[in-house]
């Protein structure tokens, strides 16, 4: 990682401890309004059930490994507390599905929502209104334009620069390379996509990004857009997956055409089936991080901000945590612990 990384995290890491503290360290980190009462104090403390249990709910895009992993790390450090109750819900990648949650958990006096937005933009309606009524919105690794409590991600910008960086070195600092990407609209499409494409620029300005097309997440949907992007351009030899899922597609499609040795590909997650893909001689590579313990940042800001009574009214500013991640390559994929793989 290099220094301006390092010290752009470690910036933004104190900025997020700050912004999960209590009293008079939430008013000196000042994400706290020193106008306004915290610590349950007053009409903006948060609500507490009569039995005196708190309610958390995390509303996920839609089933998948990596929100999965999120939820298992919230649940083990919610579960800790023995008096939060917490559900994992189903946004179906529909946005009217996540607002209509998001409207039940708000009339129901839900302490905490953990949030993975499908838009970034239709979710500030709804997160807004948590704010109105008190309610703390954490977003997991995709980020919403409208202000809320705290967001937990990957670095996708900085991840994605080095990406490149790897990538490219193995490409020879020559070829074509193509991006099977994600549909617009997602902030983190956006992230890994710029940071890859000013990595290229930065460290291996001869390499041709000769395709860029939407495989929407999925790696069935993926190989069959490379299958089409190799077949009008059959040069192509480096592909970047915006996510594992559309790079182990690449990879299927690679292995078909008998071209797997002569391809560069990797993705963007770490997810275990991307790891013991490496592992196998298939993936080149992915940017890993470590989501069980994304899940257990969110867990422990959530469970602070409710015992503390600290109210989304609170907040002057969001609270930010990048995750530290790992380029995993055949050379260093082992290093990657079986009870960190997810």
């Known amino acids: 990682m290099s220094d301006k990384k390092e010290v752009l995290g470690d910036s933004q890491r104190r ?38 249990r708190y309610k958390m709910a995390f509303i996920q895009w839609q089933p998948h490994t990596v929100p999965a992993a999120w939820s298992n790390g919230i649940k083990e450090v919610l579960d800790t507390q023995n008096n939060i109750d917490y559900q994992l819900l189903d946004g179906q990648n529909k946005v009217e599905v996540q607002v209509s949650l998001m409207d039940t958990l708000i009339n129901e006096g839900a302490n905490v929502i953990f949030l993975q937005p499908i ?35 990957m670095n996708h910008y900085f991840g994605a620069m080095d990406i490149a960086k790897e990538m490219g070195n193995r490409m020879g600092g020559k070829g ?57 351009q059959p040069d192509i030899t480096g ?11 690449a990879v299927d499609v690679a292995k078909q055409k008998g071209i797997l040795d002569k391809m560069v590909i990797f993705g963007n997650d770490g997810e275990r089936a991307a790891l013991e893909s490496i592992e196998n001689g298939e993936l080149t590579g992915t940017q890993y991080t470590d989501v069980y313990q994304q899940g257990r940042f ?31 390559t055949a050379e260093n994929v082992s290093s990657i612990q079986p009870a960190q793989r997810w």
């Open 15 to 52: 900025s997020f401890l700050k912004g999960v503290a209590l009293g008079s360290a939430a008013l000196g980190a000042g994400l706290v309004s020193p106008s306004m009462p915290v610590a349950g104090l007053g009409q903006q403390g948060v609500a507490r059930a009569a039995d005196g």
């Open 119 to 153: 838009d970034s933009v239709a979710l500030g309606p709804s997160i807004k209104k948590a704010r109105r009524r008190g309610i703390s919105v954490i977003t997991l690794n995709i980020d919403a334009a409208e202000e809320h409590a705290a967001h937990v991600e």
């Open 176 to 232: 074509k390379v193509a991006i099977l990407n994600a549909p617009p609209g997602i902030i983190i499409r956006d992230q890994r996509t710029n940071g890859f494409i000013d990595g290229m620029k930065e460290h291996h300005p001869n390499i041709e990004i000769a395709a860029d097309q939407v495989a929407d997440w999925s790696r069935k949907k993926a190989q069959d857009v490379l299958f089409n992007i190799l077949t009008a």
């Open 239 to 249: 592909v970047y997956g915006i996510n594992d899922s559309m790079a182990l597609g």
């Open 298 to 328: 969110a867990g422990s800001v959530a469970s602070v901000l409710a015992s503390g009574g600290v109210s989304a009214k609170s907040f002057e500013q969001q609270g930010k945590l990048l995750m530290p991640y790992t380029i995993a």
